[in-house]
């Protein structure tokens, strides 16, 4: 059971915006850098945010990311209809790594 | 390009064993840690552990601590994540992913593998 909270699912229109949280605890998001992993239909995950808020080479400014305290954040705007997909946050709890429980999102 | 690509999809029978592999390219696959992943049917991602391939250095997350082994042969690049006596329930998707020491990310991943368990 992961110790990462997302809400299970979102949507949005194309063009607008859409907010995912990811909740956590002083022992990982508080004492951590956040990672975010877009997962597309019947694909691998991949990194999309890293550090909490940067973006690899080719991610485009549309997706970005926050922390604060115990908690971060993914936003992506102007939504487009190859957004659809799972996203999972990511960071170390002591030891193990943990994921978010993921969060779908629809584009309308 | 970084790459890791792995194995093809698996089918076994209970009690059968298997060893799925993960190859490096691109990019000095000893200096690097590989994870592994797994996502159960229509469910999330899950930390298995990781290994250092440099030294064979290899973690494991505590769920997985005893039901799996994480390996590595450095003069082929490779990583792998074997198990002794498989369970319907190890039915899933496994990926490999490479980790940068003391970063908090894993990039990039492999294609996954198709563990299927059934008798």
């Known amino acids: 059971q992961s110790v990462l909270t997302q809400p299970p699912s979102v949507s949005a229109a194309p063009g607008q915006k859409v907010t995912i949280s990811c909740s956590g605890s002083?022992?990982?998001?508080?004492?951590?850098?956040v990672s975010w992993y877009q997962q597309l239909p019947g694909t691998a995950p991949k990194l999309l945010i890293y550090?909490?808020?940067k973006r690899p080479s080719g991610i485009p400014d549309r997706f970005s990311g926050s922390k604060s305290g115990t908690s971060a954040t993914l936003g992506i705007t102007e939504l487009q209809t190859g957004d659809e997909a799972d996203y999972y946050c990511?960071?170390?709890?002591?030891?193990?790594?943990?994921f978010g429980t993921g969060t779908k999102v629809t584009v309308l | 390009e970084v790459q890791l690509v792995q194995s093809g999809a698996e089918v076994r029978k209970p009690g059968e064993s298997l060893k799925i592999s993960c190859k490096g390219s691109?990019?000095?696959?000893?200096?690097?840690?590989i994870a592994w992943v797994r996502q159960m049917p229509g469910k999330g991602l899950e930390y298995m552990g990781i290994?250092?391939?440099?030294?064979?250095?290899?973690r494991y997350s505590p769920s997985f601590q005893g039901q799996v082994t994480i390996s590595v042969d450095k003069s082929i690049s490779t990583a792998y994540l074997q198990w002794s006596s498989l369970k319907a329930s190890d039915t899933a998707m496994y990926y490999c992913?490479?980790?940068?020491?003391?970063?908090?990310?894993?990039?990039?991943w492999g294609q996954g593998t198709l563990v299927t368990v059934s008798s």
């Open positions: 290994i250092y391939p440099g030294n064979s250095d290899t």
């Open positions: 992913a490479r980790h940068v020491t003391s970063s908090t990310w894993f990039d990039p």
């Open positions: 990511g960071t170390w709890d002591s030891s193990p790594y943990v």
């Open positions: 002083s022992s990982n998001i508080g004492n951590n850098y």
């Open positions: 691109g990019y000095s696959f000893t200096s690097f840690w």
């Open positions: 550090d909490n808020n």
